[in-house]
């Protein structure tokens, strides 16, 4: 194949001379991609607000599943904001641990992206405790 | 130099009103570019293993997907921090960190064209959405060398206008001298976007003195959380820090 493609430079750099590095996007390399127009979509917002307490037994409980469709496992990311009542945390990307007993993980399988919590010995959620999860469904393999 | 450049919304967006996170990119920051991404499979997770090489001379971003942490099982693939870790010749798998039963794993991982000693800000700051209002089927795409342009399958192309790519926004890369060290890195987007942390040298004491590794939200020592302001980062151990603020699709007010 001929040497064909496109490439833009990041600015003040001189497009003859650009590294990769230096390039804004070129068509030498690829990038991850999430597919726009997706039922369930494969980036959105889960949001679990406890209005009561909730207990979580020992083991894993899924929070949630959602069909990515892909049929295989895909590369993702999640990030959890975590409210408690009158405080206001900032967000952090998944997996996320609240002591050494309990974690809130994510993972893909070849049907769905699924978000989890795990517990040792069984964890207590108090009410009004709120949780927004960002998630993120690329095509590209994650296995 | 005069205010030049490309850019390409996604599918629906008209270009001239895209918020940045509605573009598929704009030559005024760089999307973020694959360099190497495989499959490897650790057969005696207790040992040190090179899990791939690679030749850019310097350190760079990476990801590793595996199927461990809690209640992990081969049918899953997270998103793992230790034991995978890099320099500028080597993504290493460290069976010392590696504190589930031994035996054999299959990991996938991703090496980016990003040097984690890099500043970088994006110029501007688009961040109100355009309604989308293109009805045609107009866009943009490149697919991969080898690959028909026809295809259906999201992963032979480089970009393509019905798909997101990440877009990086910011990078922060600083040698914090002091343990202990905090750093609050402002991004201006009004949002809380992702963002990837990276620190240097912060496992002393084992064998990856040199190495660079992806930190969660699990870590006892390294801490880094993100609001609509400013990303928050710290670590007791002394050393190189990185941060990648990428622009997002959406708020979590959404």
């Given at each position: 194949?001929?040497?064909?493609?496109?490439?833009?430079?990041?600015?003040?750099?001189?497009?003859?001379?650009?590294?990769?590095?230096?390039?804004?996007?070129?068509?030498?390399?690829?990038?991850?991609?999430?597919?726009?127009?997706?039922?369930?979509?494969?980036?959105?917002?889960?949001?679990?607000?406890?209005?009561t307490s909730e207990h979580y037994p020992d083991g894993e409980t899924i929070l949630t599943t959602i069909n990515h469709g892909l049929g295989y496992k895909p590369m993702h990311f999640v990030l959890l904001r975590q409210t408690y009542p009158g405080v206001s945390t900032d967000?952090?990307?998944?997996?996320?641990?609240?002591?050494?007993?309990?974690?809130?993980?994510?993972?893909?399988?070849?049907?769905?992206?699924?978000?989890?919590?795990s517990s040792a010995g069984g964890t207590d959620i108090p009410e009004f405790v709120d949780w927004k999860f960002k998630y993120y469904i690329f095509v590209d393999n994650g296995a | 130099m005069g205010d030049w450049g490309a850019k390409v919304s996604i599918k629906g967006i008209p270009v001239e009103t895209a918020a940045d996170h509605q573009l598929l990119f704009n030559s005024s920051w760089p999307l973020l570019k694959i360099h190497k991404q495989g499959s490897a499979t650790i057969t005696d997770t207790t040992k040190d293993v090179v899990i791939t090489t690679h030749d850019l001379g310097y350190e760079p971003m990476f990801l590793v997907y595996a199927p461990i942490g809690a209640n992990a099982t081969s049918s899953q693939s997270r998103l793992i921090t230790v034991p995978a870790l890099i320099n500028d010749t080597d993504l290493m798998w460290f069976g010392d960190y590696y504190s589930e039963p031994a035996g054999s794993i299959d990991v996938y991982y991703y090496i980016f064209r990003y040097d984690m000693t890099t500043n970088f800000t994006s110029g501007t700051v688009g961040i109100t959405s355009a309604t989308a209002n293109v009805a045609d089927d107009y866009g943009f795409k490149i697919s991969k060398e080898g690959k028909d342009t026809s295809s259906t399958d999201g992963k032979d192309f480089v970009i393509h206008s019905s798909y997101r790519s990440p877009q990086?926004?910011?990078?922060?890369?600083?040698?914090?001298?002091?343990?202990?060290?905090?750093?609050?890195?402002?991004?201006?987007?009004?949002?809380?976007?992702?963002?990837?942390?990276?620190?240097?040298?912060?496992?002393?004491?084992?064998?990856?003195?040199?190495?660079?590794?992806?930190?969660?939200?699990?870590?006892?020592?390294?801490?880094?959380?993100?609001?609509?302001?400013?990303?928050?980062?710290?670590?007791?151990?002394?050393g190189e820090m990185f941060v990648c603020i990428f622009k997002d699709p959406f708020s979590l007010e959404e």
């Open positions: 194949m001929g040497d064909y493609g496109i490439k833009a430079t990041l600015p003040g750099y001189d497009i003859s001379g650009a590294t990769v590095e230096q390039l804004a996007m070129t068509s030498e390399y690829a990038s991850p991609k999430i597919k726009i127009g997706q039922t369930p979509p494969h980036f959105g917002i889960y949001h679990k607000y406890f209005a967000a952090r990307p998944l997996p996320s641990q609240a002591g050494k007993s309990f974690q809130i993980y994510s993972y893909a399988t070849t049907s769905d992206l699924v978000i989890a919590v | 990086i926004h910011k990078t922060f890369y600083k040698d914090q001298t002091s343990e202990g060290w905090s750093e609050e890195i402002l991004h201006g987007l009004t949002y809380e976007p992702y963002f990837l942390f990276y620190t240097k040298n912060n496992y002393a004491g084992r064998a990856t003195t040199g190495y660079w590794g992806l930190i969660d939200s699990r870590a006892q020592e390294q801490y880094g959380y993100i609001g609509e302001s400013a990303v928050r980062v710290g670590a007791i151990p002394k």
